[in-house]
């Protein structure tokens, strides 16, 4: 059984502040690895004058992720691998966050920016909303107009949601659901019209 997984609902931004730097975490949803560079893109447009953009990106979740991550000129290691590792740790998949950094003039040395940028991550991931990703399968379903209520009554059912909807001289329906539920709406509709309906996997 597929429970899917966590991705942020929205767009987030914290700020933290260490020895006058300035840390401004943002996160966002992405679903390709060209979706996290443009996003990247977008904050250091938003934020050009800041000494940094630290990131760390998962696309996916479980064995099939996408990571990237730059320490975005920082000493090599002290920023992009703990944010990553804070990410890792978090359960969230489909998600880039960017450190911003504004210098304050007082260096950290490796161990504090090590600390500072995954205070930072940690910062904004544990404020961050969420909501589950469920994977879905996309169903075509022919029917006559007789079913047409009890078919759509069906659907609702078993949590799938209607894309499309042709009527001719019968309907095609087009609704996807959660994996899960494919298997128990496909007997449900079989048992439904008799045998005379099986929806096909798009």
């Known amino acids: 059984m597929s429970d899917g997984y966590l991705i942020p609902a929205q767009q987030h931004r914290v700020t933290t502040a260490v020895s006058n730097s300035r840390f401004i975490t943002t996160i966002g949803h992405v679903t390709s690895v060209d979706e996290a560079k443009a996003f990247l893109a977008a904050v250091r447009a938003e934020m050009p004058d800041a000494s940094h953009h630290v990131y760390a990106s998962r696309v996916g979740f479980g064995n099939s992720v996408i990571e990237g991550m730059s320490d975005d000129g920082e000493p090599s290691g ?117 045998g005379s309906v099986q929806p096909v996997l798009l």
Do not use: C, M, N, W
Request: proline share 3%; aromatic share 8%; net charge negative.
């Open 78 to 194: 002290t920023s992009g691998p703990p944010t990553l590792a804070v990410l890792r740790g978090s359960a969230i998949g489909d998600v880039i966050v960017v450190v911003t950094r504004y210098f304050g003039g007082t260096k950290l040395g490796t161990g504090g920016l090590v600390r500072a940028y995954s205070d930072a991550a940690r910062a904004g991931l544990d404020s961050l909303p969420t909501e589950r990703k469920i994977d879905r399968q996309l169903l075509g379903i022919e029917i006559t107009y007789h079913h047409f209520e009890q078919v759509k009554r069906l659907i609702a059912q078993f949590e799938g949601t209607v894309d499309d909807e042709t009527f001719a001289g019968d309907i095609t329906i087009l609704a996807s659901f959660p994996v899960d539920h494919v298997e128990g709406f496909s007997a449900a509709l079989t048992e439904l019209t008799a």
